[in-house]
């Protein structure tokens, strides 16, 4: 196997659940520091909850051009059970019934493996800056307390898209996410039922009233989480949602928004329940066109490393959503993920070779 499938096997048979993420990020701290650089770790976690900070790594330039920033996420979705990285027929999955952690452990090891190999062989370009962040899959919580200034760069990619190598992706959504509590009043359910007030009777009619799944080619919408009540005798007298939008029209995602606050006071008037909402870190979408400085030198470099190049829209988020929000150009590209954040999941050794690739094709291509 090449060392960058060695190191990606490393990388994601240690598990590194959302704001758990210390011992990936002490193993990228090692990597790096014996590559002889001096990687920093800001405090973002006393702001995202998480065990780590950010960790940021500079290697100037030696020639002219365009310097870029590379960040891929530490963090995965819960692991239900352990990682035990194996590879059959090209293509690694884990032995176990739980995620391998592809995303974005796939991506963490692409980038420490090209950095490796600049300094390794004294490849000339015209800067690369490494950013690895905590607490991605809950809402983008390290990007967006990066301090994007300390980049030197102002074009930069992430790698956090399942599909072919190839696809550019040119837009992102924006997301909209609310907590929901519904307030009712407990009483036995068996003797006195009339007088309680069910919370869980609200929040569901609430749900049944809201238009979820695709709505359009642009927008969607889902409730991800319900839970409330004490017990199977008692009326419930709480019960909290998990609701979201998505949508890469902003006006589009206001008026969701609005039906879905729409449904939730009219339940909770019907079911006489109070009810409180509070709006969670969502994030802004940004659109590319073909001509941009990021989208161009990605295209480049995909074409020099034998990609076919595609451009798509994505209905998901990313670490990029955050830094083309504080004004920098980052484009996410696909880096051939498979059934990410189920037991399914998989990559192919060719994608992770591939991806290294395309890497110092990029390098290659930001080079006036």
Not at 171 to 178: F, I, N, R, Y
Request: net charge negative; hydrophobic share 45%; aromatic share 6%.
């Amino acid at each position: 196997m090449t060392p960058v499938v060695d190191l990606f096997c490393e990388l994601a048979a240690v598990r590194s659940p959302s704001w758990h993420e210390r011992p990936v990020a002490d193993m990228v701290l090692r990597y790096l520091r014996d590559l002889g650089l001096d990687p920093i770790e800001d405090e973002s976690g006393a702001t995202t909850g998480s065990d780590m900070g950010n960790i940021y790594v500079r290697i100037p330039g030696t020639v002219e051009g365009t310097p870029i920033f590379l960040c891929a996420h530490l963090d995965t979705v819960p692991p239900v059970d352990e990682i035990v990285p194996v590879i059959s027929d090209g293509v690694i999955t884990n032995e176990r019934e739980a995620i391998l952690g592809g995303d974005n452990k796939s991506a963490v090891a692409v980038m420490l493996e090209a950095a490796r190999l600049v300094l390794a062989e004294g490849r000339d370009h015209a800067g690369l800056e490494l950013l690895f962040t905590s607490t991605e899959e809950v809402g983008l919580l390290g990007a967006y307390a990066w301090d994007a200034s300390r980049f030197h760069a102002k074009v930069g990619y992430v790698y956090d898209q399942g599909a072919p190598i190839g696809e550019i992706i040119l837009g992102a959504p924006s997301s909209k996410s609310m907590e929901i509590t519904f307030h009712g009043r407990a009483a036995h359910a068996g003797m006195f039922p009339e007088d309680g007030r069910s919370a869980i009777a609200a929040a569901s009619r609430a749900i049944a009233e809201m238009r979820l799944g695709r709505i359009d080619e642009e927008t969607t919408a889902n409730v991800g989480t319900i839970k409330g009540g004490t017990a199977g005798n008692v009326v419930p007298e709480w019960c909290t949602v998990v609701a979201e939008a998505r949508s890469h029209n902003d006006k589009k995602l206001v008026e969701v928004i609005q039906e879905m606050q729409d449904a939730i006071t009219f339940a909770a008037n019907v079911a006489e329940c109070e009810v409180q909402t509070t709006f969670l870190r969502s994030y802004q979408g940004y659109r590319f066109t073909k001509d941009d400085v990021a989208v161009s030198l990605a295209a480049e470099a995909l074409a020099a490393a034998g990609y076919e190049v595609s451009y798509a829209l994505s209905g998901g988020g990313a670490d990029a959503n955050a830094f083309n929000e504080h004004g920098l150009e980052c484009v996410n590209l696909a880096n051939a993920m498979v059934d990410i954040h189920t037991p399914d999941e998989s990559i192919a050794v060719a994608d992770l070779d591939g991806m290294l690739k395309v890497t110092l094709a990029l390098l290659d291509a930001a080079c006036a």
